[in-house]
């Protein structure tokens, strides 16, 4: 599952939790399932800025180094 796909499975379950008609363990099994994603979304969030923030400081390095 792409980041994509998780964050839309991730709306999917906050439709259904706000709807609040599911039974207790389906609410459970959603919560858990949701906090997974999340975890997930995050930690490939923070790998985007790290990489992000080595191509930004490599660009700057080489920047300095041609002046």
């Avoid at 906050?14 to 930690?43: N, P, Q, Y």
């Avoid at 992000?52 to 080489?62: C, N, S």
């Amino acid at each position: 599952m792409n980041y994509r796909e998780r964050m839309e499975r991730l709306e999917e379950i906050v439709r259904i939790l706000d709807a609040g008609e599911s039974e207790l363990d389906e609410t459970l099994a959603l919560f858990e399932e949701g906090r997974k994603l999340l975890s997930e979304c995050s930690k490939e969030l923070e790998e985007a800025e790290g990489s992000l923030r080595k191509l930004t400081v490599e660009e700057a390095e080489q920047s300095n180094d041609e002046s």
